[in-house]
């Protein structure tokens, strides 16, 4: 019997954040979701486009024969449409599912200890800072850690807060 | 004939002692029930984890029913093992059968050292067995004096109680036992399979099942409950004669005579005489079939699915359609023709006959018609008619329901059929057939029929419809799978809550498949259901709406046609309308519904094609017809909820993923939108 054990999530704050990374680009900043959570990075491919969704959902490809969803990042934390076509799809595990996700470019695989991990700071009501597992800090670099199931389930997500914003902290 | 004793890791001599006692379970002299005991041991023997102490204990239990059957006293082999077993489990229970379960614990455990794979089974099996068991005392029912099933019943129940003795399943083993004892009086012709006798054994079936949900709740980790009424019907079963539950109170005769039986409300299932004359008796046809578990009976379904399509990419990939390819082509050709024939077969796997969901309504008829006081039969035809295993799960209670209506509402009581010159009995018939790729299960009675009159003032009451309406009889009919739409005078226990055809037909066309009804007053109802033969595979026609593409199911498509000019009429400047053959219908246009850019908007230049049932119609405008094609229904992955006028993805043979267009959703939403209201208005005023 071959069973596929599906971890349950746990909320962000009694999530263990040390671990590996993967880091992509969006609008020019630099983002990380848990490795653990990838199953593949595909090239682009056609889409096709699902009417009456929300304009995050950019429709739904062909992955091996199963028909998989892909959510548009940029769409989706409400930053400017991409001037270029995005690359790539991250293709990640939610709740058991696989789904894809739209980015500019993957950037690498880092290693983030749990004291290179910041609290996430708070933003004010404007902007939304549920879906940050922290901020890593790794070699002088700023990445947001994205509770990426967190992301992928919640319907809107106004603003993300911009690297610049913590910066000024 | 003896057995030999073993060491613990004297694996030869158990596999030797296994493969005799398998050898011996198959020998034809001994009866049905020494060879189940027998396999069972060989089965338990498997398990190498046993101790030395256990394993003896199987083999003497073993020889023990050996010898027994060969003095040819059958029901001592198999109490040889009960016993044993119970005595193992639990030596308090050593006492005589009935009292060692007088006070049982109300929730308890598996046994620890029970083989849950070997309980998993048991379930199943056992399951089978009782849907085996209540087929047989349905049939028993109408006649009383057909040994084979008594047989039947008599040798389910029999099994169970080996097994269940086995496994240390006290519980089963015991209710088992006693219905054992119930249906052996029968079988001598101590007493009739008839009024309290049937009832009892019907309801032993239901406890059976209850007993088997507990434990199969128990694999999961669940306490195993007692179900209710367990120590009472094992009362009763003690001292059938004195039972007075269920039927016996409508009889007020105890031990009913055979002429009592034509009084009583009889519900039994008949074939009808073209499918046979006499009620068959489920074979059990073990050599010849394999159980595989589902899921990878569907993982197997879905691989072929991909496999087709993964070989029409091939065939129509631009290299090989330049041409120059010949002998690759030939090749690629007869690839495909076995891709085909294997799609065809791994479909055909996970087909089962809709028998089993007609027996249970069969048993509800019986049921409700105790209920309700009145006399209804069924009758099934087509029951051998194969349909997909998720369909047969899903029809299951939409069909249940529009029994249940048929005889609440439909059937008149007794008298009243009487007063009217109709046979006491009411007739609720369905029927399975297939027809042009899809399954038409038909459900019909020969009762009151529906009254439009009331329908449509029951409907005003509740603000369905605005007073002084008038409707057509279609209309009428249709209103009766609105919500919250009921005509049964009284709530009853059995119906009238207004939880009804509504959700019938919304569980109806979440399967891709339609109801239309029928019905003329004092003559009865007809219910027509079609389905597609299968969830997994859809007959659909490629559709362009601008640079996007789209899948209808076919069954749906009644026609396409380009329009002329004078057919199509606009009201308030937005609703259209199109005149075909005399009757106006709503004209959706899918790319203003999808917002799709670039579409065809002049619909002259454009095709028309008319989808919906023969109750609402609907045109749709698309721009080109790309083809038929046979798809694979995939949900569209998480992230997107329900999307009103899509059922689904599936992948195209250029690899892409095409929509499928759910046709019930789309000529709702076209009937709620306030353009087609205006045209539903005018087209009234029109005719």
Do not use: W
């Amino acid at each position: 019997m071959t069973t596929t054990a599906i971890p349950t999530p746990a909320t962000a704050s009694e999530r263990r954040r040390a671990g590996k990374y993967l880091t992509f680009f969006l609008a020019g900043e630099e983002y990380a979701l848990e490795i653990l959570a990838v199953n593949e990075i595909i090239g682009v491919q056609p889409i096709t486009r699902v009417p009456r969704t929300p304009p995050y959902v950019r429709g739904v490809i062909n992955l091996r024969g199963k028909v998989i969803s892909i959510v548009d990042l940029r769409a989706k934390f409400g930053l400017e449409p991409a001037t270029v076509a995005e690359t790539v799809i991250i293709v990640v595990q939610v709740h058991g599912v696989p789904m894809g996700v739209l980015v500019d470019r993957v950037s690498e695989v880092v290693s983030i200890a749990e004291g290179d991990v910041e609290e996430t700071p708070s933003f004010g009501a404007d902007v939304e800072t549920d879906y940050l597992l922290g901020i890593g800090k790794v070699n002088g670099r700023v990445r947001l850690l994205l509770d990426i199931e967190r992301v992928l389930s919640t319907q809107d997500i106004c603003q993300m807060p911009s690297i610049a914003d913590l910066q000024s902290e | 004939m003896r057995l030999m004793q073993v060491e613990p890791g004297d694996m030869e001599s158990i596999a030797r002692a296994r493969e005799a006692l398998e050898q011996i379970s198959m020998h034809a002299s001994l009866s049905a029930a020494a060879r189940e005991t027998l396999a069972a041991a060989a089965l338990a023997m498997r398990d190498a984890t046993h101790d030395a102490e256990t394993l003896n204990r199987i083999i003497a239990d073993a020889s023990r029913a050996i010898e027994a059957a060969m003095r040819g006293t059958l029901e001592d082999a198999v109490r040889a093992t009960s016993v044993q077993a119970s005595e193992r489990r639990s030596p308090s229970n050593r006492a005589s059968l009935p009292h060692a379960v007088r006070q049982p614990q109300r929730d308890e455990p598996l046994p620890a050292d029970a083989d849950r794979t070997l309980l998993r089974d048991f379930v199943t099996e056992a399951r089978e067995f009782a849907d085996e068991a209540q087929a047989a005392l349905l049939a028993l029912e109408s006649d009383p004096d057909d040994a084979d099933a008594v047989n039947t019943v008599f040798r389910a129940f029999h099994t169970i109680k080996g097994t269940a003795a086995f496994l240390g399943l006290d519980r089963i083993k015991v209710l088992a036992h006693h219905a054992e004892s119930l249906l052996e009086r029968i079988r001598k012709g101590a007493a009739q399979c008839a009024g309290v006798h049937a009832d009892l054994a019907l309801r032993s079936v239901d406890l059976l099942r209850a007993l088997l949900d507990a434990v199969d709740a128990g694999l999961d980790g669940a306490p195993v409950r007692l179900p209710d009424g367990y120590d009472v019907l094992l009362e009763q079963l003690a001292a059938p004669e004195t039972a007075t539950a269920g039927r016996a109170l409508s009889d007020g005769v105890a031990g009913p005579r055979r002429d009592d039986a034509r009084e009583m409300p009889s519900a039994a299932a008949r074939e009808m005489p073209s499918s046979g004359s006499r009620p068959r008796t489920p074979e059990r046809d073990a050599k010849n079939t394999v159980r595989v578990r589902t899921d990878r009976l569907d993982r197997l379904i879905d691989l072929v699915g991909e496999l087709v399509i993964a070989q029409s990419m091939l065939a129509q990939d631009e290299a090989m359609r330049a041409g120059g390819h010949h002998g690759l082509s030939r090749i690629i050709a007869h690839a495909g023709k076995l891709t085909r024939e294997l799609h065809d077969l791994s479909m055909s796997l996970r087909m089962v006959p809709l028998k089993g969901t007609f027996l249970k309504l069969a048993r509800q008829v019986r049921d409700l018609g105790q209920k309700t006081g009145k006399q209804v039969e069924l009758v099934v035809d087509g029951a051998e008619t194969e349909i997909d295993r998720h369909m047969v799960d899903a029809i299951a209670d939409p069909l249940m329901h529009m029994v249940r209506n048929a005889v609440d509402h439909g059937i008149e009581s007794p008298a009243e059929r009487e007063a009217l010159g109709k046979p006491r009995t009411g007739v609720i018939r369905v029927s399975a057939s297939h027809a042009g790729g899809s399954v038409v299960v038909e459900l019909s009675d020969d009762g009151r029929g529906l009254d439009r009159e009331r329908i449509t003032r029951k409907a005003m009451d509740a603000g369905l419809i605005a007073p002084d309406h008038a409707l057509t009889e279609r209309e009428a009919f249709e209103l009766i799978f609105a919500p919250g739409f009921s005509t049964a005078q009284a709530v009853t226990d059995v119906s009238g809550r207004g939880v009804g055809l509504d959700v019938v037909r919304r569980n109806i066309e979440a399967l891709r498949g339609r109801v239309d009804i029928e019905s003329a007053p004092g003559q009865g109802t007809r219910f027509l259901l079609r389905l597609p033969l299968t969830l997994a595979v859809t007959d659909g026609m490629l559709i362009r709406v601008g640079a996007e593409r789209y899948i209808v199911p076919t069954a749906h498509i009644q026609m396409s046609f380009r329009p002329e000019r004078g057919m199509l009429s606009t009201v308030v400047g937005r609703g259209e309308l199109v005149m075909l053959r005399g009757e106006l219908l709503p004209v959706v246009r899918l790319h203003r519904l999808f917002g799709v850019e670039g579409a065809v908007t002049d619909p002259t230049a454009a095709l028309l094609m008319i989808v919906g049932d023969s109750q609402r119609r609907t045109a749709l405008l698309v721009d080109e017809l790309l083809g038929q094609q046979q798809v694979v229904a995939k949900p569209l992955g998480s992230g997107i909820d329900a999307v009103p006028g899509i059922s689904g993805g599936a992948i195209l043979g250029d690899g892409r993923v095409g929509l499928i267009l759910d046709v019930g959703a789309v000529v709702t939403i076209a009937r709620h939108t306030p353009t087609t209201e205006h045209a539903t208005h005018v087209s009234r005023s029109v005719a």
